[in-house]
């Protein structure tokens, strides 16, 4: 299955848990984001509220990682990853 973009998750009108539950089976999570987190990328142009969900995967499995929901989401943490790594390249 593919990841939809923010449009078509709107209109196809599935909750984060539902889409959660179907691009990321087996996978512990929880539709709630730690707000350290959320203020961070907030701050940085993007609003994860609606596109992500905290993810306990076999990499991250104690502290979590988020989990894109959707095209836009996964590209923009794509930015923000690489934008942390230019950072601590510096």
Known sequence: MR???DKQAA???????????LLYPGIT?????PQQWVDEVTNEHFDP????VW????RQPIYGEPLALTQDAYRSL???AHAKRK????
């Open 3 to 5: 990841m939809p973009t």
């Open 11 to 21: 209109e196809l009108e599935f909750t984060k848990d539902e889409l959660a539950k």
């Open 29 to 33: 999570y929880d539709v709630a984001l």
């Open 49 to 52: 509220r609606h596109c992500v």
């Open 55 to 58: 993810g306990y995967t076999p």
């Open 78 to 80: 794509l930015f923000q």
């Open 87 to 90: 950072e601590r390249e510096s």
